[in-house]
């Protein structure tokens, strides 16, 4: 017989039944399922994850069902300095149960909403950039962080509390004034940030120093670089900024630029059968003339050389250059900026700069 216990808001769930859904599909779900069992059984476990700081740690799967051996040891982890911006971490969750409290009402997801909030708030640095752990941790991780989306996944969740967004209806006036000013201080840095060679704006990397704002490494194989990856959810960013500044303009423009410079055409990423190795295929570059352009997610700065490393750190000119486990588990090359180069920017430009085209010859 299974057993049953009461969830947020009174509505009993089976503890032993599997999740619905995964975890990261719980923000993609229609409004009423916030109010079921199965929603109310997850934000549970929400709620138990969250570390003392306010924050969540990364790569937890929070909608599997939890045994009480599995609750008993997430009481005794909440003093754990593990709480990041890595990997959606606090963000998703953070949203997640906000959207709990426009369902239910429950006042444990509010207040679980702040401390997450006041957590965010408190990870900024001065200058406006967030690490990936707070308390600060050593090495590359307390660099400011766009890699995967980390500090813009915080700055979209502070303009949605500014902006008093339906989930985040809750938030008192005092720290949506203090997520906006974060805002503020958050966009300066991206400026300060974007790469600069021989006077034109560039893209970013997916990581800069906290205090000098310059590019920086961060494991063995992604060396200081352009990002065809990250640098395009920072454009998206910056573009959705109503009546943005010159400053932010000429950042747009720049990293448009840079993206249509730096396409690769005439290729195409394949996965060839390869018996015998540990995944059984292997990621090759094959000529194809009719395929879409790639980018790369790392580009040499100054030449624009679309950069390749295994473990070793030493940069490579092609895919095929590095080791199998490097070249097959990990995404060396994106499709993402076709989306802002044939959509989000036409439209933005239409929007705010209608009388020029970055992309035109003769056009800065």
């Not at 997916?206 to 063995?220: G, I, N």
């Amino acid at each position: 017989m299974l057993t049953t216990a009461m969830a947020l808001g009174g509505v009993p769930f089976c503890l032993a039944a599997p999740p619905s859904i995964p975890w990261k599909q719980c923000l993609r779900q229609e409004d009423a399922w916030y109010a079921s069992g199965e929603a109310l059984r997850i934000a549970e476990n929400v709620l138990l994850y969250q570390r003392s700081t306010g924050g969540w740690p990364k790569n937890t799967d929070m909608a599997a069902v939890l045994a009480e051996e599995d609750k008993a040891r997430l009481r005794s982890d909440r003093n754990r300095t593990d709480s990041t911006i890595d990997n959606g971490a606090t963000c998703r969750p953070l949203r997640f149960l906000a959207r709990i409290h426009t369902a239910t009402g429950d006042d444990r997801c509010k207040a679980s909403c702040l401390q997450g909030l006041d957590f965010l708030l408190a990870a900024q640095y001065p200058n406006g950039g967030w690490p990936q752990y707070y308390p600060l941790k050593r090495g590359y991780s307390a660099h400011i962080t766009f890699n995967d989306s980390a500090m813009i996944n915080v700055m979209t969740l502070l303009s949605d509390i500014r902006d008093r967004k339906t989930d985040f209806a809750f938030v008192d006036a005092a720290r949506r004034a203090a997520a906006a000013a974060a805002l503020d201080r958050g966009i300066d840095c991206i400026l300060k940030c974007q790469i600069v060679h021989e006077g034109r704006r560039l893209a970013w990397c997916a990581q800069h120093d906290e205090e000098t704002f310059q590019p920086r490494p961060a494991r063995s194989y992604e060396l200081a670089s352009l990002s065809g990856s990250e640098s395009v959810g920072i454009v998206e960013f910056l573009m959705a900024i109503d009546h943005p500044s010159p400053q932010i303009i000429a950042a747009i423009e720049g990293a448009v630029r840079w993206f249509d410079e730096a396409k690769l055409t005439g290729i195409r990423l394949s996965k060839m059968p390869a018996p015998g190795t540990p995944k059984g295929y292997d990621k090759i570059i094959v000529s194809d003339p009719d395929a879409p352009p790639l980018w790369a997610r790392f580009y040499q700065i100054g030449t624009n050389k679309p950069i390749f490393c295994s473990r070793d750190g030493v940069p490579r000119d092609r895919l095929a250059d590095i080791s199998y486990e490097r070249r097959n588990d990990y995404s060396w090359y994106t499709s993402e900026p076709a989306r802002l180069l044939n959509a989000s920017y036409p439209a933005w430009r239409q929007r705010w700069t209608p009388t020029r085209n970055v992309l035109e010859p003769g056009t800065n």
